[in-house]
C-alpha cells in the first residue's frame, strides 16, 4: 500500500480496479483547508491520461508490472508472434495490444512485453534500432542552408525524417520514442 502523500513519478498504483502510472504529482496546501495532493495519471491500458486530486492519507494498492525480454518472430494478419528467449514459450498478440510498438522494429529483434496479472497490455521496443534505408529522393547540392530534411522509408516500413546527405543503404540509428533519425551507422 501507498499513501498518496508518498507518491512518486513513474509508480504504478491500482484504482478502482484500473492501473494508473504517476505522470506528475503535486503537493498543494492551501493557505485555509487540508493538504492535497494533485496529480496527472496515466491509464497503462487504454493510455488515457486523467487528472485527479487526493488527500495525503488516502492509500492505494502497488501495481506490480512485468516486463519481460522477448523475441519479435513474425506478423501473422492482426496477430504478432513473441518468443520468450528463455523458456522459448511463444504468445500472439492482438493488433490492439502491439499498436505503433513495431514501427522501427525488425523480426527476431528483443522487445519487452508489459503485463498486470498476467494480461499484457503493452509492448515496449528497444529505445534504439539501426535500420537500412530502402526508399528515399536524392539530394541536391545546395539545399542544406537550412539544415533541411527529406522523407525516407526505412526496411521495417515506416518514415523518417531524414538529412539530404542520407542515401539508399545507408544505415541509420533511429530513437523509437520520437521516431527520429539519430545518426548513421
Known amino acids: 500500500m501507498v499513501a498518496a502523500g508518498d507518491f512518486k513519478n513513474g509508480l504504478t498504483i491500482e484504482i478502482d480496479g484500473n492501473i494508473f502510472q504517476i505522470l506528475e504529482f503535486q503537493h498543494v496546501k492551501p493557505g485555509k483547508g487540508a493538504a492535497f495532493v494533485r496529480t496527472k495519471l496515466k491509464n497503462i491500458i487504454s493510455g488515457g491520461v486523467v487528472e485527479k486530486t487526493f488527500r495525503p492519507t488516502e492509500k492505494f494498492e502497488n501495481a506490480h508490472i512485468d516486463r519481460k525480454d522477448m523475441q519479435y518472430l513474425y506478423q501473422d494478419g492482426d496477430l504478432y ?3 520468450d528467449v528463455e523458456t522459448y514459450d511463444q504468445i500472439a498478440l492482438d493488433a ?7 514501427k522501427f522494429v525488425k523480426e527476431n529483434e528483443t522487445v519487452k512485453i508489459c503485463s498486470h496479472k498476467g494480461n499484457v497490455f503493452s509492448v515496449e521496443p528497444p529505445l534504439f534500432v539501426e535500420l537500412a534505408i530502402t526508399e528515399t529522393e536524392p539530394g ?3 539545399d542544406t542552408a537550412q539544415g533541411a530534411t527529406k522523407p525516407a522509408v526505412v526496411e521495417t516500413g515506416a518514415t523518417v525524417m531524414v538529412p539530404l546527405f542520407v542515401e539508399v543503404g545507408d544505415v541509420l540509428k533511429i530513437d523509437t520514442r520520437t521516431g527520429e533519425y539519430l545518426s548513421r551507422v
Open 140 to 142: 541536391f547540392k545546395g
Open 81 to 83: 508472434n513473441f518468443m
Open 96 to 102: 490492439d495490444v502491439v499498436g505503433d510498438a513495431l
